[in-house]
């Protein structure tokens, strides 16, 4: 993965222990503020992906799905941003996801909604969005990554 630019990246992964791996390698490009937006049917390897991204970003775990909690904090261990995770699973729509106050704790974390297509666009306009899809006869994981905002499209310093 490369740093500043536009990100558009296709990944595959054929073990939980991949998945977490590009999760980890993706933790690098993160930083303050980020949004990142996590699409894929159940089962696709998206909180794996998190548990990636949680070990790159070095933050205090367990990572567990927050279907049920629909929120975690996850405080850095190291100094650097904390880790919101969040599931968007439940929800029913926009309200519900203001009523989370999201974006008080984004500027200062990294934001990562499993489930948030269609409704956590309006916290950021910069973000990952990051589609996982399974192939039913092999198991492999086929990650797409793409970039969305200027914060994106300029480069790192």
Do not use: C
């Not at 949680?54 to 049920?68: H, M, N, W």
């Amino acid at each position: 993965m490369t740093t500043g630019g536009n990100v558009k990246i296709d990944r595959t992964a054929a073990t939980a222990e991949e998945t977490r791996a590009v999760g980890a390698e993706l933790a690098g490009l993160l930083r303050p503020g980020d949004l990142v937006v996590l699409s894929g049917p159940l089962g696709a390897g998206k909180t794996t992906l998190v548990q990636g991204i949680a070990d790159g970003l070095k933050v205090r775990g367990p990572i567990t799905s927050p279907t049920f909690v629909i929120a975690r904090v996850h405080p850095s261990l190291t100094g650097g941003p904390a880790l919101v995770h969040a599931d968007a699973y439940r929800l029913g729509g926009t309200l519900e996801i203001d009523d989370l106050d999201l974006d008080a704790s984004i500027e200062d974390s990294v934001t990562v909604v499993e489930w948030g297509e269609g409704l956590v666009e309006g916290l950021s306009e910069d973000r990952l969005e990051i589609t996982i899809t399974r192939d039913d006869t092999t198991d492999v994981r086929h990650i797409h990554i793409q970039s969305t905002g200027p914060r994106w499209t300029t480069p790192s310093s």
